[in-house]
């Protein structure tokens, strides 16, 4: 599994962003994948995770509503989409994978993409 992050960058309060995650190995689509974020001074916390087939989505409680996980397994690509960006959202978002399922990705992830910048202007 190798993640690369896209799809950040600079957008004013009210818009909205929606990031990829490409994976360029060949066990893509038996991974449950997520998102996280973390924003300066503060820990990494967890967004969202979808199961292998995009069956089930499962996202913290203070992200439900304006966050939307999504995967495309044709593409090897895993997205989130974004909306009403506040000026709090402003982080560096990762993906991320575990074979297992979306709560052991939750806790624990086999694996990280390198992050993409989210910054939100007020």
């Known amino acids: 599994v190798q993640l690369q992050a896209s799809g950040g960058g600079w957008v004013q309060a009210g818009g909205s962003l929606r990031l990829a995650c490409e994976d360029s190995g060949r066990t893509f689509s038996s991974y449950a994948l997520g998102w996280f974020r973390q924003a300066p001074g503060k820990e990494r916390e967890f967004i969202a995770a979808?199961?292998?087939?995009?069956?089930?989505?499962y996202y913290a409680d203070s992200m439900k509503g304006r966050f939307a996980i999504s995967r495309d397994n044709a593409k090897n690509t895993v997205y989130l989409q974004v909306n009403s960006l506040k000026a709090e959202d402003t982080a560096v978002y990762y993906c991320?994978?575990?074979?297992?399922?979306?709560?052991?990705?939750?806790?624990?992830?086999?694996?990280w993409g390198q992050g993409t910048q989210v910054t939100v202007s007020s």
């Open positions: 991320a994978a575990h074979p297992l399922s979306t709560r052991a990705l939750r806790d624990k992830p086999d694996y």
């Open positions: 979808i199961t292998w087939n995009g069956a089930i989505t």
